[in-house]
């Protein structure tokens, strides 16, 4: 079985400042790493995934992510937010073989003040 | 990327009352979906997974009887709350696979469910 554990609930920063959301995750076979963004009352959206290949991922509005199998994270970065990147966002964890249903982090709550 | 529809956004529903949740995915064959619910300020939790013309497998502590979950055609799921209470208002969210060996998941928009 997988798990994730995003260590910061919320985040507050200043609009066009960096940000890092931390993830960290725990599973005994191999796994697909993804970030989603969800905005209230809505479904979620995907911003990057990591299947294979480079550790680096870069996805949707500037966001990236690191995979490091040695530390078990995947952390999600962005150089510089902006008001519309308040949003709840959501790590999460599918084993590479058989149903491949995700597993989510408790999500991080990033507030971007002007 | 590909569309998840689901239907209905809102629902209010009297308390003893059933109420059904549509999930279509529009522009292409889900042979996997998979119904999520949502509490507030909390992570999604996964309730079970339906594949296409067979039973749902239901995750561990939900009631296969209250939730009903048909996944009759590749492009339609729809969750059925039985004799909803107050205390199955929630956020529900379903999200569709496509085949192969792996693709992405889809999400739909979700639905507010509230029993009073």
């Known amino acids: 079985a997988q798990s994730v554990t995003q260590l910061d609930s919320q985040v507050p920063v200043f609009e066009e400042a960096p940000v890092e959301l931390r993830c960290n995750y725990s599973?005994?076979?191999?796994?697909?790493l993804f970030w989603y963004v969800q905005y209230p009352n809505q479904g979620l959206q995907l911003l990057l995934k990591?299947?294979?290949?480079?550790?680096l991922v870069k996805g949707i509005n500037g966001f990236e992510a690191e995979f490091n199998k040695s530390q078990t994270s995947f952390h999600l970065r962005k150089p510089s937010v902006h008001i519309s990147d308040t949003a709840e966002y959501f790590c999460a964890v599918s084993d590479s073989q058989g149903a491949q249903k995700l597993v989510f982090g408790q999500g991080t709550r990033l507030t971007i003040n002007p | 990327g590909a569309v998840v529809s689901q239907h209905p956004s809102r629902v209010i529903c009297k308390s003893g009352t059933s109420v059904k949740i549509e999930c279509r995915s529009l522009?292409?064959?889900?042979?996997?979906m998979f119904w999520y619910r949502q509490f507030p300020k909390q992570s999604l939790m996964l309730m079970a997974t339906s594949n296409e013309g067979s039973k749902a497998t239901y995750e561990q502590g939900v009631e296969k009887d209250k939730f009903l979950i048909n996944h009759a055609s590749l492009t339609l799921s729809t969750l059925t709350v039985t004799s909803a209470h107050p205390e199955d208002s929630s956020f529900y969210i379903c999200?569709?696979?496509?085949?192969?060996?792996?693709?992405?998941?889809?999400f739909g928009q979700g639905t507010r469910l509230t029993v009073v």
């Open positions: 599973s005994s076979v191999s796994v697909y």
């Open positions: 990591y299947l294979s290949g480079s550790t």
């Open positions: 522009d292409f064959q889900a042979t996997t």
């Open positions: 999200s569709a696979r496509d085949t192969g060996p792996y693709t992405e998941a889809f």
